[in-house]
Nanobody, 123 residues
Framework: QVQLVESGGGSVLAGGFLNLSCVHS????????IAWFRQAPGKEREGVAA????????YYADSVKGRFTISRDIANRVVYLQMNSLKPEDTAMYYC????????????????WGQGTQVTVSS
């Protein structure tokens, strides 16, 4: 059974940083996506960043470009989301997702999801 476990969330002041981790229980075969999504109370889920399991391609929502960086440690089966210059509007539950079923990653049609880690940014 595939499991995704997120960690690294917390409460920070605006301008601060956090580094989220997503450990996946299996190696993913083929060239698929692993992504981070977030959902704030009362808002729709938003694709934040994605990375291909093969190669170096990364993708970002406009709202986080230049502030967030997605990376992966293939050997240890970890995907990271380094979040810098955090803003109060970044406050949300952050979820890791793997294996894209659709054709556009930010639409959120992924096969596997983690339970989420809360990020709270105060001004």
């Amino acid at each position: 059974q595939v499991q995704l476990v997120e960690s690294g969330g917390g409460s920070v002041l605006a301008g601060g940083f956090l580094n989220l981790s997503c450990v996946h229980s299996v190696y993913f075969h083929g060239n698929t996506h692993i992504a981070w999504f977030r959902q704030a109370p009362g808002k729709e889920r938003e694709g934040v960043a994605a990375i291909r399991s093969v190669g170096e391609n990364t993708y970002y929502a406009d709202s986080v470009k230049g502030r967030f960086t997605i990376s992966r440690d293939i050997a240890n089966r970890v995907v990271y989301l380094q979040m810098n210059s955090l803003k109060p509007e970044d406050t949300a539950m952050y979820y890791c997702a793997a294996v894209l079923r659709g054709d556009i990653w930010y639409k959120g049609d992924f096969l596997y999801w983690g339970q989420g880690t809360q990020v709270t940014v105060s001004s």
